[in-house]
């Protein structure tokens, strides 16, 4: 016999968060996850995928995953400390490493695992972290985890960033303090300030952490925030993802090898999960060697990503203030803001809905990403259903 009050607190919470347009419904997709993709057998332009270059459906990708598979088989069989570290992943370490500019990268699982495994395995209760207050979930809880103090400040604020710098330091209380950032904040666009970040560390002697999920492949000629402001040789620890530009699935960090080798012995993530299977680390070192040779698929991303975001401004939809091709249209209440993504969906666009507690509560938004896969007719014909849905519900 199951639960009754399990039973209970599951039913009505859910029945809560479908009433106030914060429960959100999964979509399968049927097939690749491509421009365009098939949902229940309708064809949709898709603007919700975080594959920013086109790379997860690449054919020289696939050839070299498949590949790998007949080599190594399909999966590494065991964590890296025993025998799951196969050639495979040091060769996309070493490509790693030379694409960030770093000493040497331990990769993981997922970005997430990442966040988890790195922040934990340097900082503990007896420490503090200064953490951006729209900094991604994954960062909040690799904080929590390590049972630092954590000490967040404004968005972005460096003003309130050195008040709590200098606060921290004159306490007394803390062995070693961390400033922890996005390079990319991924539902605004927005760049993280990295130079005078790194101008206030400098300062207070801080730790540097900054999480470049959506700016690797994206910044700097596709190698990051970090490189795109050239400071490579300042931050302490660049965490990025193998599962978004680069295609595939997966994270690393990249900094020191001093760091590296402490990450090996006492991040948990590392220590004790198996390795990515052999065809996801072929795959995405064939990604990071296509980004190093050609910025093509780079500089086709922000083409495209300047064009959707001209067409929709002049429409009149509120797209914030992006400074990449992430494309927010902010709607505001929420039932509003599913009701839009919904029609979105009737006409022919795939934009998925992004509600507390993703964003703030009254921010709702529908994320979009035009990738360097999307050809001007797409991006043509999802204006046009904006255009149409946004005129139908009164939001232009």
């Not at 009050?5 to 979509?27: M, P």
Request: charged share 25%; hydrophobic share 40%; with cysteine.
């Amino acid at each position: 016999m199951t639960s009754h009050i399990l039973h209970t607190f599951l039913n009505d919470n859910i029945a809560d968060l479908k009433q106030r347009g914060l429960y959100n419904e999964i979509d399968p997709i049927e097939g690749a996850n491509g421009p365009m993709i098939s949902i229940e057998g309708k064809q949709l332009i898709n603007l919700s995928s975080n594959n920013y270059l086109g790379l997860a459906t690449d054919e020289r990708l696939k050839k070299v995953a498949t590949d790998a598979v007949h080599s190594h088989g399909v999966g590494a069989g065991a964590v890296r400390t025993i025998n799951g570290t196969m050639d495979l992943h040091l060769e996309l370490e070493k490509k790693l490493a030379e694409f960030k500019g770093t000493e040497a990268v331990i990769s993981f699982q997922s970005g997430f695992n990442c966040n988890m495994a790195a922040i934990s395995a340097v900082m503990d209760k007896n420490d503090a972290i200064l953490s951006d207050a729209l900094n991604h979930a994954s960062i909040i809880d690799g904080c929590r985890l390590s049972k630092a103090k954590i000490i967040p400040f404004n968005h972005s604020d460096m003003d309130d960033l050195r008040k709590k710098a200098q606060e921290a330091v004159d306490s007394g209380l803390y062995n070693k303090i961390m400033v922890i950032t996005d390079g990319v904040f991924s539902m605004d666009g927005d760049i993280a300030k990295l130079p005078e970040i790194v101008e206030i560390a400098e300062e207070f002697d801080l730790i540097t952490y900054v999480d470049d999920a959506h700016g690797s492949g994206v910044l700097g000629k596709g190698a990051g925030t970090v490189k795109h402001f050239g400071l490579q040789d300042k931050i302490d620890f660049q965490m990025g993802t193998l599962s978004k530009a680069i295609g595939v699935i997966g994270g690393y960090v990249a900094g020191k090898q001093s760091l590296i080798d402490w990450l090996k012995v006492r991040s948990r993530p590392f220590l004790f999960s198996t390795a990515v299977t052999p065809a996801d680390a072929a795959a995405a070192k064939k990604a990071v060697e296509l980004l190093m040779e050609s910025t093509e698929l780079h500089d086709k991303l922000w083409e495209n990503g300047r064009y959707l975001k001209a067409g929709l401004k002049e429409l009149g939809f509120d797209i914030g203030e992006s400074e990449t091709p992430i494309t927010p249209c902010i709607i505001g209440e929420e039932n509003a803001t599913q009701e839009f993504s919904r029609r979105l969906y009737e006409e022919g666009v795939y934009a998925k809905s992004i509600v507390f507690p993703t964003v703030p509560r009254g921010t709702g938004r529908v994320r979009n990403m035009p990738t360097a896969a999307h050809t001007k007719d797409m991006l043509d014909q999802a204006i046009k259903i904006y255009e149409k849905v946004g005129k139908d519900m009164n939001i232009i």
